[in-house]
């Protein structure tokens, strides 16, 4: 056996003893007959960015070959607007590698992703999926380096309170039990997220807390390792169905909302990337931050205003995104900076060996420190359709590598210290913000469709769809408009309670 893969949680996996990338339709057939498998389910994103289902039961094993060959055919009109009633039928075929025991099914069931083909069996050129791949594509042969992403998935946890043990109100980070209520919950879905190919990092619960009407809110953290880019918005999908649905088995409330009331922390969607040639992450350079990673964050910082129609797809995103919340508003960049719009963490760059110092026991490693340095944007939410944000970020950073002034554009937007201070006052002045409403979003992307149109990344149909969809918000001066009227606020909040 190889250990490597022994010790995958993935039960798929470890039984075929093969990487998800090299599983193949033989190998799930005998997965199926040998573990009892009754079920096999298709699941695949639509236009709310939420998965779908498509349930098929074993009935013989030429009925299995033939769905894991030629998939089936759905409605894509009922799944995208920007598809027309009369010409909708599209193919769903599933991707091997994603396959996954669901840990929910009482009857076996396996489980995989698929991806939309249209009616000649091409690609469907304005799936979110695709668009990510050619995304990547591009990027890669633009640059011959590699676009690597992973999510921080914030969210709240609801349940009635216990009046026992209250964390102290905003001042959540990194609490343990008995003032946390929901580590077991969490850990719980780490390790379900795990058994289905997710890339965990770590988990840890998160600033927001508080109490109000007999009930407890909670902001909880799961954050990933960094992968392939079409992988990490596999596993973040993946990771947001499991969480709600052992929520709702559990009787808890889940929300990834924005924001769900004032003055509270709101619930982002970090994403951090990498770029990677080979093995080896470009992101460093002698110690410091390399020009490939500055080209990159210049592209992402010259196209962000657009990526927010992208990755802030409700009127209650731009509730969160306002001064003093850790939250960005303004576009620059900066070190270690959580006001900032794209941030640079901490990189195990300093040389020392930390491991030694804090046990003497151990014997000094050789001062090879590990490639994790990766560079964070801070704007998204969960209403983002999680395969176009990442794929809006990869089109912009390949942008840096077209522009021949990248890195100067680097130096004007960087800030050193928090952004909002008196000294900044006049740096603050000259950066360009972040848009206020869907409408802003929209207007910034129609500017802008012509860099992710290019190279044939986004399809002009569904750059359509998504402007069409946020002017109907019609969401321009609400912030403003609601600025203390918390109830009104709230009424919106609640719209927008199970967005994405």
């Not at 019609?474 to 994405?500: F, Q």
């Given at each position: 056996?190889?250990?490597?893969?022994?010790?995958?949680?993935?039960?798929?996996?470890?039984?075929?003893?093969?990487?998800?990338?090299?599983?193949?339709?033989?190998?799930?057939?005998?997965?199926?007959?040998?573990?009892?498998?009754?079920?096999?389910?298709?699941?695949?994103?639509?236009?709310?960015?939420?998965?779908?289902?498509?349930?098929?039961?074993?009935?013989?094993?030429?009925?299995?070959?033939?769905?894991?060959?030629?998939?089936?055919?759905?409605?894509?009109?009922?799944?995208?607007?920007?598809?027309?009633?009369?010409?909708?039928?599209?193919?769903?075929?599933?991707?091997?590698?994603?396959?996954?025991?669901?840990?929910?099914?009482?009857?076996?069931?396996?489980?995989?992703?698929?991806?939309?083909?249209?009616?000649?069996?091409?690609?469907?050129?304005?799936?979110?999926?695709?668009?990510?791949?050619?995304?990547?594509?591009?990027?890669?042969?633009?640059?011959?380096?590699?676009?690597?992403?992973?999510?921080?998935?914030?969210?709240?946890?609801?349940?009635?309170?216990?009046?026992?043990?209250?964390?102290?109100?905003?001042?959540?980070?990194?609490?343990?039990?008995?003032?946390?209520?929901?580590?077991?919950?969490?850990?719980?879905?780490?390790?379900?997220?795990?058994?289905?190919?997710?890339?965990?990092?770590?988990?840890?619960?998160?600033?927001?807390?508080?109490?109000?009407?007999?009930?407890?809110?909670?902001?909880?953290?799961?954050?990933?390792?960094?992968?392939?880019?079409?992988?990490?918005?596999?596993?973040?999908?993946?990771?947001?169905?499991?969480?709600?649905?052992?929520?709702?088995?559990?009787?808890?409330?889940?929300?990834?909302?924005?924001?769900?009331?004032?003055?509270?922390?709101?619930?982002?969607?970090?994403?951090?990337?990498?770029?990677?040639?080979?093995?080896?992450?470009?992101?460093?350079?002698?110690?410091?931050?390399?020009?490939?990673?500055?080209?990159?964050?210049?592209?992402?910082?010259?196209?962000?205003?657009?990526?927010?129609?992208?990755?802030?797809?409700?009127?209650?995103?731009?509730?969160?995104?306002?001064?003093?919340?850790?939250?960005?508003?303004?576009?620059?960049?900066?070190?270690?900076?959580?006001?900032?719009?794209?941030?640079?963490?901490?990189?195990?760059?300093?040389?020392?060996?930390?491991?030694?110092?804090?046990?003497?026991?151990?014997?000094?490693?050789?001062?090879?420190?590990?490639?994790?340095?990766?560079?964070?944007?801070?704007?998204?939410?969960?209403?983002?359709?999680?395969?176009?944000?990442?794929?809006?970020?990869?089109?912009?950073?390949?942008?840096?590598?077209?522009?021949?002034?990248?890195?100067?554009?680097?130096e004007d937007m960087y800030v050193s210290v928090n952004i909002h201070t008196d000294e900044n006052k006049e740096k603050l002045a000259a950066l360009k913000s972040l848009p206020d409403s869907c409408v802003a979003s929209a207007k910034a992307l129609e500017a802008r469709r012509n860099v992710f149109e290019s190279r044939g990344v986004f399809s002009p149909q569904l750059i359509d769809g998504i402007i069409s969809?946020?002017?109907?918000?019609?969401?321009?001066?609400?912030?403003?408009?609601?600025?203390?009227?918390?109830?009104?606020?709230?009424?919106?909040?609640?719209?927008?309670?199970?967005?994405?």
């Open positions: 056996m190889d250990r490597k893969l022994n010790l995958s949680p993935n039960k798929v996996v470890q039984y075929l003893q093969k990487a998800p990338q090299d599983i193949r339709k033989a190998d799930l057939i005998r997965y199926v007959e040998e573990n009892g498998i009754r079920m096999v389910n298709f699941m695949y994103p639509s236009d709310d960015n939420r998965l779908k289902t498509l349930n098929f039961v074993v009935n013989s094993e030429e009925y299995l070959e033939s769905i894991l060959t030629y998939g089936e055919r759905v409605d894509g009109s009922s799944l995208f607007p920007f598809i027309e009633a009369g010409n909708s039928d599209l193919y769903v075929i599933p991707r091997y590698s994603t396959a996954f025991q669901d840990p929910f099914a009482e009857i076996p069931t396996l489980t995989m992703l698929a991806s939309f083909f249209d009616k000649e069996g091409n690609p469907l050129h304005s799936s979110p999926e695709y668009t990510l791949q050619k995304a990547c594509e591009s990027f890669q042969e633009v640059t011959g380096m590699e676009f690597y992403a992973m999510g921080e998935l914030e969210y709240y946890v609801i349940s009635a309170d216990n009046g026992l043990f209250h964390a102290n109100d905003q001042k959540g980070y990194h609490e343990s039990e008995p003032f946390a209520k929901f580590n077991e919950f969490r850990t719980e879905c780490m390790s379900l997220i795990a058994e289905a190919g997710g890339q965990i990092k770590y988990g840890h619960n998160e600033v927001g807390n508080f109490t109000l009407d007999g009930m407890i809110y909670e902001q909880n953290e799961i954050e990933f390792l960094p992968i392939p880019a079409r992988q990490a918005a596999d596993n973040l999908m993946i990771a947001k169905w499991i969480i709600r649905t052992l929520g709702a088995r559990k009787g808890y409330d889940v929300t990834f909302a924005p924001k769900i009331t004032s003055g509270k922390a709101g619930s982002g969607l970090h994403i951090h990337f990498k770029i990677m040639k080979g093995k080896e992450n470009m992101m460093i350079s002698d110690g410091k931050l390399s020009d490939v990673a500055k080209k990159a964050i210049a592209g992402i910082l010259s196209q962000a205003d657009a990526i927010t129609a992208m990755g802030n797809k409700v009127p209650t995103s731009y509730f969160r995104l306002v001064p003093h919340q850790e939250a960005p508003t303004s576009i620059c960049w900066g070190d270690r900076n959580r006001s900032v719009l794209v941030r640079v963490p901490l990189g195990w760059t300093g040389g020392k060996d930390m491991c030694s110092q804090a046990n003497p026991l151990e014997k000094p490693g050789d001062g090879h420190a590990p490639q994790k340095q990766t560079v964070e944007l801070r704007s998204a939410d969960c209403s983002a359709d999680i395969y176009q944000l990442i794929a809006a970020m990869v089109v912009a950073a390949r942008t840096g590598f077209e522009m021949e002034d990248a890195l100067q554009r680097a969809k946020l002017m109907k918000y019609d969401d321009a001066n609400l912030r403003d408009r609601l600025t203390g009227s918390p109830e009104e606020m709230l009424k919106v909040v609640r719209k927008y309670w199970h967005c994405g």
